[in-house]
């Protein structure tokens, strides 16, 4: 033992300074646990908010819906989620309030159950909200498995395998594997959607829109996307009474394009497009914008009562 007023040896000292770092790591540890939120606004991944269960997900969302949570927020998934039993699941951003933060799945799986998207509108006005490196699986009925709309983001390196139908007797019904809809500044890039997409409106007058990657893409870019079609990617509109009235699109990338600044390059299709008017193996209507170096692989098929295209169906 030291008597009092002893001088700290240099072996002594060398483990004081082992137990302090020791001491930090632990902490550093407890502060990336399970639901552990952060005062510097989460502003660089080493500082997100940890995702590790169905109800940190939940949490999530209330934050975002509620507005809680700034803009520019990071997120880390460190589990796979299953919210099948999840029965009043609401997607995450809202026509409300969007997401506006990054999102890393780190190649985690988020299985979905017959409610909504995971995430509802996406969008940012002081930066670029992102959802990178997520995989979804299940069956869906809603406009997309990953977004309602995507607008100023970035939705890149996302997978879905599964079912997805949105049929409603709505105006405009929307069904795309990753996004419903995607506009201006949007990018959806290196994403895969393996199964089945159908959109189908009833007792309207009005259009339906799938697209085995989006819906509609109206401004923004599709980049280096593969979809595997089970069945079919298939679109169909009926009035009242059950009378065929024509205006559905349907494409193995995107059913329906508009704007000049649209882009579709480097994606390629292997399956059956059905539409009731239009459908293409790659876009269903394009009214605008670029599609290039984009392939549909042999085997694979076109059908549509008014107009069909390998390519494009109009």
């Known amino acids: 033992m030291r008597a009092a007023g002893d001088s700290v040896s240099r072996r002594d ?5 082992k137990f302090l770092v020791l001491l930090v790591l632990v902490a550093l540890m407890a502060g990336t646990a399970s639901g552990a ?20 997900l939940m949490l999530m969302r209330d934050r975002v819906n509620s507005g809680t949570e700034s803009e520019g927020k990071y997120y880390r998934l460190s589990a796979d989620i299953d919210l099948t039993s999840a029965a009043s699941w609401q997607s995450i951003g809202n026509t409300n309030q969007n997401f506006a933060g990054h999102f890393d799945g780190q190649g985690h799986t988020v299985t979905l159950g017959s409610g909504g998207s995971l995430f509802g509108n996406i969008s940012a006005d002081n930066t670029t909200a992102a959802v990178r490196n997520l995989n979804l699986a299940g069956t869906i009925t809603d406009t997309s498995a ?9 939705i890149e390196n996302c997978n879905f395998e599964g079912q997805l139908s949105r049929e409603q007797p709505y105006a405009s019904q929307k069904a795309g594997g990753i996004a419903g809809y995607a506009g201006a500044n949007s990018i959806i890039r290196n994403c895969r959607v393996s199964g089945d997409i159908s959109a189908g409106l009833y007792d309207k007058n009005d ?6 990657i989006a819906a509609r893409l109206e401004g923004g870019t599709i980049e280096k996307c593969r979809v ?13 009474g059950g009378t065929d009235v024509n205006k559905s699109r349907a494409g193995g990338i995107v059913g329906d394009v508009s704007g000049s600044t649209s882009k579709i390059t480097n994606c390629v299709v ?10 293409g193996g790659i876009v269903g209507y394009m009214q605008g914008g ?24 109009y």
């Open 13 to 17: 000292f060398g483990t004081m300074k």
């Open 37 to 56: 939120y952060y005062d510097n606004d989460g502003d660089s991944w080493e500082t997100a908010y940890v995702i590790a269960s169905s109800e940190d």
């Open 146 to 154: 990953l977004a309602h709309y995507l607008h100023n983001g970035i």
């Open 207 to 212: 259009t339906s829109y799938a697209g085995g």
């Open 228 to 240: 595997t079609i089970n069945d079919s990617v298939y679109a169909w509109s009926l009035a009242s």
């Open 270 to 279: 292997k399956g059956t497009v059905r539409s009731k008017e239009w459908a």
């Open 290 to 313: 670029q599609l290039n170096n984009c392939y549909v692989l042999d085997n694979s098929a076109v059908e549509a009562n008014y107009s069909a295209g390998g390519i494009a169906g």
